[in-house]
């Protein structure tokens, strides 16, 4: 049984008083109400579930109405919430702004895992010291959840590299890297497209590689929490 560390997810967040005080004395307001909501990019996951939930909302309650802003990203979405443009907003719970408000409900955990190639020896983070590990990314940045764990294992972001999504498994198997880190959702997404991708060019299903340390940098840092992949 080999473990992965989990983000505790997308939140919608409370922004103040008057909202939280909203959601449980709906009475104490205008039969009207209007509620500004920070949705993060178009067709993303916070923007989709917001948008269902304000169809459901019309017809369970017409008379609150929500603002939806569609954000860039969700840095831009905390942003809003802190400088109170919006009274709720989809963030990450690894944000400022999450500790600031008050969580409503998870929308979505990214979990993050490591994987290596089935032909590889690596099992384990010790088995990567010094050794070139791939991002499924195109972002600029490094990831707060990837920087919290490399760290916590003593690893040199420099050993990070950035590979298209596409390209993961070629990586793999050609040994330009010891192994790929995705992030995703636990059903279909990210971490599942990469295991295809992976399994096409090695034509073997990637290995997870364990993290040892999952519970404690859990323990550690609050707004993480572990879960156990089995293979």
Avoid: C
């Avoid at 103040?16 to 920070?38: K, L, Q």
């Avoid at 990203?73 to 802190?82: D, G, I, P, T, V």
């Avoid at 880190?181 to 073997?204: E, H, L, N, W």
């Amino acid at each position: 049984m080999n473990r992965t560390l989990a983000i505790v997810g997308f939140l919608i967040l409370v922004a103040g008083a008057v909202i939280a005080a909203w959601t449980w004395s709906p009475w104490m307001f205008s039969p009207n109400y209007t509620i500004r909501i920070a949705t993060g990019p178009i067709d993303s996951d916070g923007q989709k579930f917001i948008a269902a939930f304000r169809r459901e909302l019309a017809e369970q309650r017409p008379r609150v109405r929500l603002a939806l802003t569609e954000t860039a990203n969700l840095q831009e979405s905390a942003e809003a919430l802190q400088d109170g443009k919006v009274d709720l907003a989809v963030v990450r719970s690894d944000h400022p702004a999450a500790a600031s408000g008050g969580t409503l409900l998870i929308v979505r955990r990214i979990n993050l895992v490591f994987m290596a190639s089935a032909h590889s020896s690596v099992t384990a983070m010790k088995d990567l010291v010094g050794k070139k590990i791939g991002i499924a990314s195109d972002a600029a940045t490094i990831d707060p959840l990837l920087a919290t764990v490399v760290e916590s294992y003593g690893r040199q972001t420099a050993n990070l590299v950035t590979i298209a999504p596409a390209d993961l498994g070629v990586e793999l198997r050609d040994r330009k890297v010891a192994a790929v880190v995705v992030m995703g959702p636990a059903g279909p997404g990210a971490i599942s497209d990469a295991v295809k991708t992976i399994v096409k060019a090695t034509r073997k299903p990637p290995k997870f590689v364990a993290l040892d340390e999952a519970k404690a940098i859990a323990m550690h840092h609050r707004v993480y929490e572990e879960v156990e992949i089995l293979q």
